[in-house]
């Protein structure tokens, strides 16, 4: 049997027809500290199918950064399972799961975590190059993203010469570079004021619903989220639909 079988008789069923892009599977995540055992994520279920956006709307502490760096294969889980397209992922060598990292998710983090060193178009080839893309090809794209995002006359600017906004809107480009299917956004607008954040939000939902990516955003912004497909919590490490 191979893996999409095994996925798709355990993810949920949304449309009997479609994988989800990410299903998280009773996944537990405990912290220890001193004395102190920290159950972060303790039975946490997550299905989200392309095309969706899904805010992660939780307080500090939650365990939101967790959630996404386990979605992101960036770190693994305790216990349960993360399938990526179906894909279950847990017993994959890391060399398999950086590949479906690099092309197939991309991030979002509250600071942009851009190079200083290189100009913008630079900072977007950068990961279709790494990917195996030729530097023509990763131009044009680099080039039709950041004309997308409103920055077509920022191409060769450093970070340090872009304003807040325009940093994060770069990291959108950058995130979304080699078209990944999962998008996951860690308070992307958490260090912009008010406008700004509106601003770099709406252009980043535009580029989700244009891409049909599934997202996951996690957001204090209540106004934010209310624009979203879904809502979600945290609550005893278990994930809450929220109306
Ligand atoms: P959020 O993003 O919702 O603010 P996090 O996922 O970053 O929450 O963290 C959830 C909890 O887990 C926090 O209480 C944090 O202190 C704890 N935690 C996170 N990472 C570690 C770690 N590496 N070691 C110990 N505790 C951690
Ligand atoms: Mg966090």
Redesign the pocket.
């Known amino acids: 049997m191979s893996d999409v079988d095994q996925a798709e008789n355990v993810a949920p069923a949304q449309d009997e027809q479609e994988i989800p892009v990410l299903y998280l599977q009773a996944v537990e995540r405990t ?3 001193g004395d102190a055992t ?1 159950h ?1 994520l303790s039975g946490a279920e997550l299905a989200i199918w392309a095309g969706q956006s899904v805010a992660l709307v ?12 386990i979605s992101g294969l960036l770190e693994h889980p305790d216990h349960g399972e993360v399938y990526i397209d179906g894909r279950a992922t847990a017993i994959l060598p890391d060399q398999e799961r950086t590949r479906i990292r690099r092309n197939e998710i991309g991030f979002i983090y509250q600071s942009h975590h851009l190079l200083p060193e290189f100009t913008a178009i630079e900072n977007v080839l950068l990961p279709q190059m790494i990917r195996g893309l030729s530097r023509a090809e990763a131009r044009k794209r680099g080039e039709e993203l950041l004309a997308y995002l409103g920055l077509s006359g920022r191409l060769h600017h450093r970070p340090a010469e872009l304003s807040g906004g325009e940093q994060q809107r770069v990291a959108i480009a950058r995130a979304v570079a080699n078209a990944p299917r999962l998008l996951l956004a ?2 992307p607008t958490g260090n912009l004021d008010v406008h700004t954040a509106d601003h770099v939000f709406n252009a980043l939902m535009q580029l989700v619903r244009a891409s049909g990516l599934a997202t996951i955003i ?1 957001t204090h912004n209540m106004e934010l989220a209310a624009r979203m497909d879904r809502r979600v919590t ?1 609550k005893e490490g278990k994930v809450v639909e929220l109306p």
């Open positions: 912290y220890t500290q920290l972060i939780a307080p500090s502490g939650a365990g939101k950064s967790t959630l996404l760096h860690d308070e996690a945290l």
